[in-house]
Nanobody, 122 residues
Framework: QVHLVESGGGSVQTGGSLRLSCVVSGSSRCLGWFRHTPGKAREGIASINREHGGTDYAASVKGRFTMFEDSDKNTVSLYMNNLKPEDTAMYYC??????????????????WGQGTQVTVSS
């Protein structure tokens, strides 16, 4: 069993930055960040392979968002820079045991956090 708790969401203006955190309890090989806006499909935006640290990003966030695992190995963070109004969404952390870890393979993750809201105003 894996338990995930997100934090760090909030409201910022266009061009601003936020750091989301996800405290992870339990064992997992692959962690990811997703976002969802009502009326749109859920979007996988970042993943990290906890065994070797390899990351994968969606084109919509590549170069602006960075996902990494903190040194305590219990928290994964998502640094979000140069935020845009289209980044407004509920952001969720997810965990899976996938040996191959990517934003595609973690789509079926069995463990999810409760989400944290990010709002970017123009």
């Amino acid at each position: 069993q894996v338990h995930l708790v997100e934090s760090g969401g909030g409201s910022v203006q266009t061009g601003g930055s936020l750091r989301l955190s996800c405290v992870v309890s339990g064992s997992s090989r692959c962690l990811g960040w997703f976002r969802h806006t009502p009326g749109k499909a859920r979007e996988g935006i970042a993943s990290i392979n906890r065994e070797h640290g390899g990351t994968d990003y969606a084109a919509s966030v590549k170069g602006r968002f960075t996902m990494f695992e903190d040194s305590d190995k219990n928290t994964v963070s998502l640094y979000m820079n140069n935020l845009k109004p289209e980044d407004t969404a509920m952001y969720y952390c997810a965990a899976a045991q996938s040996f191959v870890c990517s934003i595609a393979t973690i789509q079926g993750a069995p463990y999810w956090g409760q989400g944290t809201q990010v709002t970017v105003s123009s």
